[in-house]
């Protein structure tokens, strides 16, 4: 049973800007905490933005001020706006969601399949 599907990722070059966005099944959406996570070749998973239930965000300082995380609460969507990309920006990201705040801690109970993200400078 799919849960939670994010759209195919893409290859950038460094400075550019792209969007992901994770189409939800768990209802109500709006109860869910959501995060998007990333994983490079060889690293851990690592939490780089989440948002509360009704709209409270947190990023990662490797990614702060450069990704907007958001959601649409009436079409199940969570979104990842990512703008100046870099290099070290690569890797496969994940969306998350819990009806526990896990902030930025991986222990999401609800993952997507992932989508890569490459970034070439």
């Known amino acids: 049973q799919v849960q939670l599907v994010e759209s195919r990722g893409d290859s950038v070059q460094a400075g550019g800007s792209l969007r992901l966005s994770c189409a939800s099944s768990?209802?109500?959406?709006?109860?869910?905490?959501m995060g998007w996570f990333r994983q490079a070749p060889g690293k851990g998973r690592e939490g780089i933005a989440v948002i509360g239930r009704v709209g409270a965000t947190d990023y990662a300082l490797s990614v702060k001020g450069r990704f907007t995380i958001s959601r649409d609460n009436a079409n199940n969507i969570l979104y990842l706006q990512m703008n100046s990309l870099k290099a070290e920006d690569t890797g496969m990201y994940y969306c998350?969601?819990?009806?526990?705040?896990?902030?930025?801690?991986?222990?999401?109970?609800?993952w997507g399949q992932g989508t890569q993200v490459t970034v070439s400078s």
């Open positions: 998350a969601a819990d009806r526990v705040d896990w902030r930025l801690l991986p222990r999401y109970n609800y």
């Open positions: 768990l209802y109500p959406f709006s109860a869910y905490y």
